[in-house]
């Protein structure tokens, strides 16, 4: 369904911030490398003056910018609320793509390339949403404090936390914050339901390290580092973590019942019975210990004396420490744990006047249809804003068909977003901003 006015050109204001941003290919590879925030960063602070705001820009490291701007709220008396984005992206390994990760691509009425979904998508839909509340000589609910952070993808410390640290009076007043995953749609066996994403497990990035004695290739050896560490990272890997509820997803496996049909008694069942959703909703109720890197070994006949393996960890928020314990069993005694990372989870309620402005406004553009509350396995920003006793939500409104397996877009291959989407997005939050 490509259209030939959107491959010339006439493309929609939302689509067409987001390509520029896709463009501006901001990797975060970690470790404290990226590329190209300071250029993004600089891009939407001139669409911010552009609408005659006056943002800041603030460098935790040469490259690491992000951007705040406050707005005037029509109620002055009213705490402010953060409205946030992030300008890093994960790399992309363009083999794998059918098309240009970074040029932006408009094919089958979608924008396809590497932050099309996370986040560039809501990033644009912040800018074009607000400009149509000031363009049209209205202002926003209550004081927004629009935020662009670097470094999201690598847990925010030369970004989120950087500014929350160091720059805490940036968000003095604020009490909520509103930014990404969440508030899109997902199809529950032919029913069109939306996420509204109101906790983000904890996060704590641990490394495993074996030690052995290195040797030849050649000897029948036992201290292998290399076997020590594969053994643990099988078991860690393969761990089947029980089924844990929260309030969320309690709540939610309640509503998925009523739409599915099934029983809240089996909710691992009652989830992937929904369907590619089930790629959101399945880690809202298991911890999870992904092996995601390895590495050792220099030489194909030299035994090594280590070996490490990186383990991507998201406990439930608060229970970081029982988590850890069990890992140490999982491992045995032998295995080195260090910590890399850690941020905290946290869980806020599916109600108040917040909760239902959001609902209200997907309601607006999309009546009747049944709104979940969700627990995040991922992190975001919210994380660092949480520090300053700020509670954070998902709510990066999109309208999906049920034909697009939204759950694989988010770091994935050929991550794109349909177009009508990113309009339909722009609308609801802009009536959200009105109404919050
Ligand atoms: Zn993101």
């Known amino acids: 369904m490509a259209t030939s006015g959107q491959e010339s050109g006439e493309l929609e204001e939302t689509a067409a911030i987001a390509r520029d941003l896709i463009r501006f290919e901001t990797v975060n590879f970690g470790g404290g490398r990226s590329k190209g925030e300071t250029e993004a960063a600089e891009y939407v602070a001139a669409k911010l003056e552009a609408l005659g705001l006056a943002p800041q820009l603030f460098d935790s490291e040469p490259g690491r910018t992000s ?4 707005v005037p709220g029509r109620d002055p008396e009213r705490p402010a609320m953060v409205l946030h984005g992030h300008l890093d992206v994960v790399p992309a390994d363009a083999a794998n793509w059918s098309v240009d990760p970074f040029e932006g691509v408009i094919k089958d009425g979608m924008l396809w390339g590497r932050g099309a979904v996370d986040m560039k998508d809501m990033d644009a839909m912040i800018l074009t949403s607000l400009g149509d509340i000031l363009s049209a000589g209205e202002l926003p609910a209550r004081e927004l404090i629009v935020t662009y952070f670097a470094d999201e993808e690598n847990g925010g410390v030369y970004g989120s936390h950087f500014m929350v640290d160091e720059h805490p009076e940036l968000f003095a007043g604020a009490t909520e914050a509103v930014s990404e995953v969440g508030g899109y749609s997902i199809d529950l066996g032919g029913t069109r339901a939306y996420l509204l994403q109101t906790g983000e497990k904890a996060l704590v990035w641990i490394k495993l390290i074996a030690r052995g ?17 594969a053994e643990a990272v099988a078991k860690l890997g393969r761990e089947e973590w029980p089924v844990h509820l929260t309030a969320t997803t309690r709540d939610q496996l309640g509503r998925l019942a009523e739409i599915l049909g099934g029983s809240v008694d089996d909710p691992d069942a009652l989830i ?8 959101f909703l399945q880690a809202g109720i298991h911890v999870t210990t992904n092996p995601t890197v390895l590495e050792a070994g220099y030489k194909h006949n030299v035994i090594p004396d280590r070996a490490e393996a990186l ?13 850890l ?3 140490r069993e999982i491992v045995g005694p032998e295995i080195e744990i260090e910590i890399v990372h850690h941020d905290i989870g946290m869980e806020g309620e599916f109600s108040g006047d917040l909760v239902d402005a959001m609902v209200a406004s997907l309601h607006r ?42 759950p694989a877009m988010f770091h994935g291959v050929d991550e794109r977003v349909p177009l009508d989407a990113l309009a339909f997005g722009r609308a609801v939050l802009a009536d959200f901003l009105r109404t919050c």
């Not at 951007?67 to 406050?70: F, L």
């Not at 019975?273 to 089930?278: E, L, P």
């Not at 700020?390 to 068909?401: E, V």
């Open 213 to 229: 004695t290195a040797a030849h290739g050649s000897r029948v050896f036992r201290d292998n580092a290399v076997t020590k560490l």
């Open 311 to 323: 383990i991507d960890t998201r406990p439930f928020p608060g229970r970081e420490d029982e988590v």
């Open 365 to 406: 553009f999309d009546p009747g249809a049944p709104v979940l509350p969700y627990l995040m396995s991922g992190g975001t920003d919210n994380k660092a804003l949480a520090k300053l006793g700020i509670t954070g939500y998902g709510f990066a409104p999109l309208k999906l068909g049920p034909e697009l397996n939204f």
């Open 325 to 327: 314990a069990r890992i």
């Open 272 to 279: 992937l019975s929904a369907g590619t959703a089930a790629g």
């Open 67 to 70: 951007v705040v701007a406050r």
